[in-house]
């Protein structure tokens, strides 16, 4: 099962607290060095996991500073990226306007047709939200027959309640409401009528407290991906959780 936080009663309006977060987000060249360098190897995994082709559609469901589904254009993919955050949004468009379709939008209720994506992520979104189960339906409901999902969430983790530097009461460390594991996300995927092909665990925590992303990002990323592999079979300790499933 997934740990709801049954306990964790304190952020019942997600949408208000993710939405101030968002308005807050900075692009990549205002990271850390060691945090960006890490968040472009997992990003730049999850797009390549994606195997997308000339012209699919894609939508980035939580896309935050943008820089994801910037990475699609690589591929000549038409990107259609979405959060809650209205300022948030607005900074990405300017970020990258070479994306375009930047828009306002509701994991719950998208803004789109049925069955008219080839692909949809969900990259650092379940965890925040209270139903997961609906957010999935509702992706599934916007992807084509075949077409894909890719999800990322952070693995095992060990949620601890701070004050809110929004509402100043009790909540979940990063607004992080669920932790998961291998098991508990491909049960999810599975009761939202998506098929998981393939599991991955990723970005190893040892490596990255070495500051293995820094000094390697110059290297291919087949280097690196081989490297955190391994890494994660002699020490178990991956950041992330991530699977590709399919809709059927």
């Not at 797009?47 to 939508?59: A, F, Q, Y």
């Not at 719950?108 to 189960?133: A, C, G, R």
């Not at 607004?175 to 594991?181: E, I, K, P, T």
């Not at 393939?198 to 407290?209: G, H, P, S, T």
Request: net charge positive; proline share 4%.
């Amino acid at each position: 099962m997934i740990d709801s936080g049954s306990k964790r009663q304190h952020l019942k309006d997600y949408r208000s607290h993710y939405a101030a977060d968002a308005e807050a987000i900075v692009g990549p060249t205002l990271l850390n060095p060691h945090w960006r360098a890490s968040e472009l190897r997992r990003t730049e995994f999850l797009v390549k996991k994606l195997k997308l082709k000339s012209g699919d559609n894609i939508l980035d469901v939580g896309c935050g500073s943008g820089w994801l589904s910037q990475q699609c254009l690589k591929y000549d993919a038409n990107v259609f990226p979405i959060d809650l955050g209205i300022l948030g949004v607005k900074g990405a468009r300017e970020r990258y306007p070479k994306v375009g379709h930047f828009q306002v939008g509701d994991v719950y209720k998208l803004p789109f047709v049925d069955s008219v994506f080839d692909s949809l992520v969900l990259s650092e979104v379940l965890e925040h939200i209270e139903n997961v189960s609906m957010a999935l339906r509702e992706s599934r409901r916007v992807i084509k027959d075949g077409g894909h999902v890719m999800i990322s969430v952070p693995y095992r983790e060990n949620i601890i309640e701070h004050l809110c530097i929004h509402c100043n009461r009790l909540t979940p460390g990063n607004a992080h409401l669920h932790s998961f594991d291998s098991n508990t996300l491909v049960q999810t995927c599975k009761d939202a009528g998506l098929i998981v092909e393939e599991v991955y665990l990723i970005c190893n925590k040892f490596l990255e407290i070495l500051g293995f992303p820094l000094f390697s990002v110059r290297w291919p990323h087949s280097v690196w991906n081989g490297i955190d592999k391994i890494a994660n079979k002699i020490l178990f300790k991956p950041s992330f959780v991530a699977v590709r499933a399919r809709k059927i």
